[in-house]
């Protein structure tokens, strides 16, 4: 077999509004796998190793060229005018890509008597920009049935149960060969009863493209230049026409609406995931699993129901995700597990665990068995090898050292109102629960600090940081200032039965707490009595470390 040559160039069509998606943002940048519409053909594109890609803009031009210098920065944009209709697009993308040519061939320098030639040679290769699942194999089958069949154009074509907007194709009885391209609005009723329809992938010798675009008229039910036109003259001119017949119609398929954009995305996704089946990961349910196209998975990676891995996620091998989990552009490393957990730019080390309830904001890292658990927020956060944030904190703007703990109910206190300021902490530390670090605030290798602390200066390495002021007890308090209610009751009995009182002592203690009870609860607890400032014995063991 003969190798097929690469085509002098691909155009996409994106120049087209997309009415029927009633939205502000045209319907080629309507993200399906993770990647706008055009994305997808441009990447198919790709893989046929053009001379060049040109893609014909228009509706939105602005936006459309922003997302395409960002998919694919070689491409050449092309302006169409305002005349409409596919075979207008081809046209303008067609001058452009000459011209470019012609500047090329006369910059390489030309040998005495050569003239600079029309411009490109060869196949030019057309695809809409709103056929999300034409893959780079299926163009390549276009283009070498175009080749080995020596064809002027060579159509891809699919059948459907409803053809209904489609161009059909009409073939000659004898030889199956393509006679012209009927658009919808333009068809007799024999013609609409034809299955077969176009699905604006071509292949083109471009030379017949060329000549076949000069003599385009909008003659037709929709005033537009049709594309589908230069089919009837490459026949005019006695060329062959071809289709090839693609038996999966959802490669082909365009999107119109909302309704195929979802049945496209999901029938996308169905792909993406079976290939990884095949290659090793277990998915315990396709059906809610999401993997974007970029997404990379090692063999022995497991994913559980209602997981979403998005943009340039990878997950390496043994790593187990979900259920109930969203990673976008997430590293996960081998033998990790994420559980109910929602991250984005975010690395989650070699063993180490996230979740359930995580929130791994950008600029997380958690190190090799690193632990990141319930309730908890990390962001712009260093946690290094063997730390662990248990439970109930926010970690922001921090860096952790290795195997220290976070006591639950922690917060990173990075925000003044104006600026964000670090926290670091370093190795060894076991920090109390229910902490405040007010950044910038270091606390050193090996120290601890207490329950309740709010930790505003440095702590040196081995220190005890301790903020929290000594408790005091006010004895009797409850049965003074809230008599009669249940927990009055309940400690008087308390109180009867530990202490053993006598009779006397009851009747005292029952006197006490008739005694000048205040209405206003919120009044009794801000008011001090002298006699309730006595502070009670022991009652705080950290206060001796002052
Ligand atoms: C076109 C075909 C039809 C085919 C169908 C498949 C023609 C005349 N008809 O019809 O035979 O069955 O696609 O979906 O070609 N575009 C431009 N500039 C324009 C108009 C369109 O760049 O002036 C682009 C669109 O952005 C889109 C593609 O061309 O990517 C197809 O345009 P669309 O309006 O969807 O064409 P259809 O009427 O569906
Ligand atoms: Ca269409």
């Known amino acids: 077999m003969t190798e097929t040559p690469q085509p002098a160039a691909v155009i996409v069509l994106a120049a087209g509004q997309g009415t029927r998606m009633k939205s502000a943002l045209p319907k080629i940048l309507h993200p399906l ?5 055009v994305g997808h053909a441009l990447t198919a594109a790709r893989e046929l190793q053009p001379g060049r890609v040109a893609v014909v803009v228009r509706h939105e031009r602005d936006l459309v060229a ?4 960002r998919l694919d920065p070689e491409a050449i944009l092309v302006d169409q005018d305002e005349i409409p209709g596919t075979g207008r697009a081809v046209q303008c993308a067609l001058e452009a890509l000459d011209s470019k040519a012609q500047a090329a061939a006369a910059a390489a320098g030309l040998a005495d008597g050569e003239v600079v030639g029309d411009g490109i040679e060869g196949s030019v290769v057309v695809v809409a920009g709103d056929v999300p699942l034409l893959d780079g194999a299926t163009l390549g089958q276009l283009l070498a049935a175009h080749h080995a069949d020596g064809n002027a154009v060579t159509v891809l074509t699919t059948e459907v149960d409803d053809a209904t907007g489609y161009g059909r194709i009409v073939r000659e009885k004898d030889t199956g060969d393509v006679l012209e391209i009927v658009e919808h609005k333009d068809a007799s009723a024999d013609q609409l009863a034809i299955r077969e329809i176009n699905s604006s992938v071509y292949v083109f010798d471009a030379d017949t493209l060329r000549r076949g675009l000069t003599g385009l008229d909008s003659k037709n039910a929709q005033g537009e230049v049709y594309l589908t036109d230069v089919v009837a003259f490459a026949r005019s001119q006695g060329l062959h026409v071809r289709a090839l017949l693609a038996d999966d ?24 995931v079976e290939e990884w089946q095949r ?12 993997i974007d196209v970029d997404v990379e998975l090692a063999p022995d990676v497991t994913l559980l129901p209602n997981t979403q891995l998005q943009g340039a996620t990878v997950v390496a091998t043994g790593a187990t995700i979900g259920p109930d989990t969203t990673l976008t552009d997430v590293e996960v490393g081998a033998g990790a597990t994420v559980v109910r957990t929602h991250g984005s730019l975010a690395v989650i080390g070699e063993s180490a665990t996230v979740g359930p309830f995580a929130y791994l904001r950008p600029g997380t890292s958690l190190g090799r068995k690193g632990k990141i658990g319930t309730f908890v927020e990390t962001k712009n956060a260093e946690i290094g090898e063997g730390s662990k944030v248990p439970h109930l904190s926010y970690v922001g703007d921090a860096s952790i050292g290795e ?20 926290t670091v902490i370093g190795s060894h530390a076991r920090t109390g629960a229910d902490n405040m670090f007010v950044a910038p605030v270091t606390v050193g290798d090996g120290a601890y600090t207490a329950a309740g602390s709010v930790i505003r200066r440095d702590v040196p390495a081995g220190a005890l940081g301790v903020t ?4 005091r007890n006010i004895e009797g308090w409850v049965g003074r200032r809230r008599p009669g209610t249940a927990a009055a009751d309940a400690a008087a009995g308390a109180l009867g039965a530990e202490s053993g009182l006598g009779d006397q002592a009851q009747r005292q203690l029952a006197q006490q707490n008739a005694a000048g009870a ?22 705080d063991k950290e206060g001796k470390s002052h």
Do not use: C, F
């Not at 090793?280 to 059906?287: H, I, K």
């Not at 205040?518 to 309730?532: H, K, L, M, S, V």
């Open 518 to 539: 205040p209405t206003a609860p919120q009044a009794a607890a801000t008011q001090a009595e002298p006699a309730d400032q006595a502070p009670a014995p022991g009652a």
């Open 33 to 37: 796998g993770g990647k706008p519409m």
């Open 249 to 272: 119609p959802m490669l082909v398929e365009g999107v119109n609406d909302r309704v195929a954009l979802s049945v496209l995305a999901r029938e996308m996704n169905r792909r993406i």
């Open 403 to 422: 195997h220290t703990n976070i006591g639950a109910a922690s917060v990173t206190v990075n925000y003044d109102g104006v600026h964000k300021h670090r």
């Open 279 to 290: 290659a090793g990961v277990t998915v315990q349910d396709p059906a809610t699993t999401w």
């Open 66 to 69: 922003e997302a395409v210098g």
């Open 468 to 471: 929290a002021g000594q408790q």
